[in-house]
T-cell receptor, first 116, second 117 residues
């Protein structure tokens, strides 16, 4: 069965420090991987995706993520956090095989809190 | 580009009534639309997937007679919550996938907060 795990409910970081939000996945076949951000009472905004190619993917607002096939991980990173980055972050995977090819499977979300 | 809108953004209805939520793709043709619900501080739960002109495919445990989905055109899908109960109160989010983004990306609407009293 396909699944996504975000092991941290919350990540706290000081403004200006680097941040990492962790994500691991389990799928049959090659995955499409995504990161979304959600602000309070809003829908999800797309940040970045990995489909194929370079393992390091750069996305919106200075975020990047590294696809690691051997560790089945897709951690979200940013070199220098801003207070405005504080939000709920979701990792998602779309399987290319195994019967669930049409669905995005979401992790449980990680609340990022950036302190000034 | 690739904007998805939802209407209304918030709705309050009385128990036993029905409420309709609209989801529109504003600048692309959505071949597939998805409806999710999200409880406070929880992840998105996929309710159903619909392709234009076809019946929706519901996830296990989602009552299709209660949550009616219509994907009448390539830019519009509606979710009707019939005979609403307080436990239906939730944040409903639609998402659309189409030719924008090369079929890889889903674009999400801003969500609709439903409160059933």
């Amino acid at each position: 069965a396909q699944s996504v795990a975000q092991p941290e409910d919350q990540v706290n970081v000081a403004e200006g420090n680097p941040l990492t939000v962790k994500c691991t996945y389990s799928v049959s076949g090659n995955p499409y991987l995504f990161w979304y951000v959600q602000y309070p009472n809003r829908g999800l905004q797309f940040l970045l995706k990995y489909i194929t190619g370079d393992n390091l993917v750069k996305g919106s607002y200075g975020f990047e993520a590294e696809f690691n096939k051997s560790q089945t991980s897709f951690h979200l990173k940013k070199p220098s956090a801003l207070v405005s980055d504080s939000a709920l972050y979701f990792c998602a995977v779309r399987a290319l095989a195994g019967g669930a090819t049409n669905k995005l499977i979401f992790g449980t979300g990680t609340l990022l809190a950036v302190q000034p | 580009g690739a904007v998805v809108s939802q209407h209304p953004s918030r709705v309050i209805c009385k128990s036993g009534t029905s409420v309709k939520i609209e989801c529109r793709s504003l600048d692309f043709q959505a071949t597939t639309m998805f409806w999710y619900r999200q409880f406070p501080k929880q992840s998105l739960m996929l309710m159903a997937t619909s392709n234009e002109g076809s019946k929706a495919t519901y996830e296990q445990g989602v009552e299709k007679d209660k949550f009616l989905i219509n994907h009448a055109s390539l830019t519009l899908s509606t979710l009707t919550v019939t005979s609403a109960h307080p436990e239906d109160s939730s944040f409903y989010i639609c998402s659309a996938r189409g030719l924008a983004g090369g079929l890889y990306e889903q674009y999400f609407g801003p969500g609709t907060r439903l409160t059933v009293t």
